[in-house]
């Protein structure tokens, strides 16, 4: 991976011109290179890393994993019933997926009703839907590469040769 | 009851700035680029190995010389990228880091009176090791214009009949120069002309960002005439562990051991574990690691020249060296005044020797973030001097 995305990734707040100085290329390059990624959709977006858990606002507190199977369609397979469910904005992520079923859905909602009520009157009630499997989110301890936990203080001495 | 310490003891100087170490340890808030150690925990696969060698039990003695599968596995990481052949039977020791390894080679090497060649400045417990076991340092001072580097001349004229040894630490804590193998050849010419021992401490070889490491044995001829020191503390990010290796000939690395049997026994076996898959599969973290670094280092380089600090470019560890004179204050003053001004804690350059003075010793292992917070205080801090 281009170093340029392997900062951002870290710090999606870097400036260019900090990018530039930092991995010593020229800032027009950086800038038109980061141009380039978000025009190809390689970058897609830049957003903070929420911890919902503390944030304690009652929206969206509710997580489910969802597991479910498909009937595919003659010449569309699995990509058009597919968008048809991620379009829900309940749905905040949807995998295809290889093993005993098909879609693999996080239903994120207000409490355990919202997310029931999400399953049973959207989600199966649809033609393609075979069936579904819903697992409800317990805690989350680790997403996208980053520990939902404040980080642990410092425990190297102050000073050492 | 005066003369209950031992001469030699007293009469080693104790570090000029422990005052100041103190003066660091009792404020709190303080962002601190004074410390010699990574601000990385060691990867998680390497101290899961720990905690799996001790839940399996491994709490007894290892081998005086160390575990045999981490001898072997040095003897082969050493080979692969250095081109280094070690027996791992005689000629490798696991040591309680670098800083055993130095202690054993001083004791088995150097008899009252004799001599080593110190270069300056350079890590704080050379020249002590040398004076505790009756050696002479005998010091070399480099300079800013020559990069901090040795050189043959300097090397050549510090030599006498009496020199037994030099050591040689690249790249070097406090200044992150480096040697080039060209440089190290020129080097090597010297010591094989006065048939002198190289000590090479490269603890901090993998963290060499403008080329690659050359390591002083691999240089042919000279092979028999080097102890090569090394370990895990800076590389793995490993510093609490202690373990560290010393690679060279068998009659040295023999003497060494039998120091070693009857006064460490063996380095701490669950240590000795994790080290073993630190070589195994550590490669990527230490990859990632050094990448991290190499951006600190330009963004550190860039903030110091926009305040006007001039330094000689490092080209690995994780140490900037800049020069504090146009400020007209002293090293440790300037530390001082920046600590209690602005809370950023830098250590004083005459820590590592006389020529120190007028520098100071940054580390940049230390968050992205807090390295610019602690550019913008020193910013501050010369504006208002």
Known sequence: MDEILEVLEKDGRLRPEEIAKIIKKDLKAVKSAIKKYEKQGIILKYKAVINKELARDGENAVRALIEVNLLPEKD??????????????EVTSCYLISGSYDLLLVIEGKNIHTVSSFVAEKLAPMENVRGTSTHFMLKKYKEDGVVLKHKDENKRIAISY | MKDIISKRVK???????????????????????????????????????????????????????????????????????HGLEYDPDCEILITVGVSEGLDLAMRALINPGEKVVVPQPSYVSYDAVVSLCGGKPTYVYTTEKDGFKLTPQALN??????????????????????????ELEALKRVILKHNIICITDEIYDELTFDYTHTSFASLGSVKNKTLYLNGFSKNYAMTGWRVGYACGPKDIISAMTKIHQYTILCVPTISQFAAAEALSSGRRSVEAMKREYKRRREFILSGLNRLGLKCVKPSGAFYVFPSIKNTQMSSLEFAKRLLKQQKVAVVPGDAFGKNGEGFIRISYACEMDKLKEALNRIEEFLRKK
């Open chain 1, 76 to 89: 569309l397979g699995f990509d058009h019933i597919a968008e048809r469910i991620y379009r829900f904005p």
């Open chain 2, 157 to 182: 004229s510090a030599i006498d009949k009496n020199t037994k040894a030099v050591i040689l630490n690249y790249p070097s804590n406090p200044t992150g120069i480096s040697y080039t193998k060209k």
């Open chain 2, 11 to 81: 009469d080693l100087q104790p570090s000029g700035i422990r005052e100041f170490f103190d003066l660091v340890m009792g404020m709190r808030d303080v962002i601190s680029l004074g410390v010699g150690e990574s601000d990385f925990a060691t990867p998680w696969n390497i101290r899961e190995t720990g905690i799996f060698a001790l839940e399996r039990g491994y709490t007894t003695y290892t081998s005086n010389k160390g575990l045999y599968k981490l001898r072997l596995q040095i003897a082969r990481f050493l080979k692969a990228r």
